[in-house]
């Protein structure tokens, strides 16, 4: 369970990577988002470089979770983010983590374990043709399109929603990339270095990342944060029964049943426990006076 350990390592350094930038992104006025200069001002903020390199951690570990494991396990596990983001929140903001959020917290524990231990995923392969590739490309590319362009003419919540809908939706290709990426280290850097799925991976991850801020800047987590984390894994377990022919082994009508509720509370735990989150962050945002503009 090499992978389950990685996975989890990876959720906590992302939640602290979310914690971090969204605390700093989120002091930013409107005019300030949307740019390059958003960036400028960001990269001179040290709790915001502290995220950056929290983040830097959780890719690495979670592209060597996805290395040693496969994705339809792996991926579920990416919503732990928000276990971990329950305690660090209440730690920056001073709030009470209440009863029923710590309680939603187990619900979510126990769905996941029903997953990784039910679904008993196959191997699948490792990489999938160019031309399969981009049809999933085409596909995503439409929910995608629409919530940038439509975001541009948003502001406050809505904004953030859907930009956290167009971050989510490139995290989740992402994974996939990055499965393919580290399978093909196999054959050695030169040949990974041949291939067209390193470079995308790289454009893909900068384009997520900016989009991230963005939409952790337009508004408070409770609004882009269900999207990015519910849109990712649900994403990346498509594209691994899709491209690389992964499947749940499950025998029988009763661990079929559990496997789609395990998937169901999981779902439901994520959506209530990222208000519950974005809830934290605007206590925080309310008490902690904006920084001044640069």
């Not at 960001?42 to 390199?53: E, I, K, Q, T, Y």
């Not at 490139?170 to 390193?198: C, E, H, R």
């Not at 944060?225 to 994403?235: F, R």
Request: hydrophobic fraction near 60%.
């Amino acid at each position: 369970m090499l992978a389950v350990g990685l996975a989890l390592l990876s959720s906590f350094l992302f939640a602290l990577a979310a914690a971090l930038q969204q605390r700093e992104a989120a002091t930013l006025r409107d005019d300030q988002a949307g740019s390059i200069r958003m960036l400028l001002l960001l990269v001179r903020r040290p709790l915001w470089l502290g995220g950056v390199a929290a983040d830097a951690g959780a890719f690495l570990t979670w592209a060597a979770a996805l290395a040693v494991g496969r994705m339809v396990v792996v991926q579920p596990l990416i919503v732990t983010v928000l276990l971990f983001a329950l305690p660090l929140s209440g730690r920056l903001t001073g709030r009470r983590v209440h009863r029923a959020d710590w309680g939603w917290a187990v619900v979510l524990t126990v769905a996941l374990a029903v997953i990784v231990v039910i679904g008993d995923a196959s191997n699948g392969k490792d990489t999938a043709a160019t031309s399969e590739w981009l049809v999933a490309a085409a596909i995503l590319g439409v929910p995608f399109t629409v919530a940038v362009v439509v975001a541009g003419s948003r502001k406050g919540a809505t904004r953030a929603l859907l930009l956290g809908i167009a971050a989510g939706t490139l995290f989740g290709f992402n994974d996939a990339l990055i499965t393919t990426v580290t399978k093909s280290l196999d054959d050695g850097v030169v040949m990974m270095l041949k291939g067209w799925p390193v470079y995308a991976l790289v454009v893909v991850v900068t384009v997520g990342t900016y989009l991230q801020q963005a939409s952790y800047q337009a508004g408070a987590l409770q609004a882009s944060l269900p999207a990015i984390t519910g849109l990712e894994p649900v994403v990346g377990m498509i594209l691994g029964l899709t491209l690389f022919d992964e499947r749940f082994r499950v025998h029988g009508p009763l661990a079929v049943s559990a496997l789609l509720c395990a998937l169901i509370v999981a779902g439901v735990s994520v959506v209530v426990l990222a208000r519950a989150q974005g809830r934290a962050d605007a206590i925080g945002a309310a008490i902690e006076p904006a920084a001044e503009p640069a």
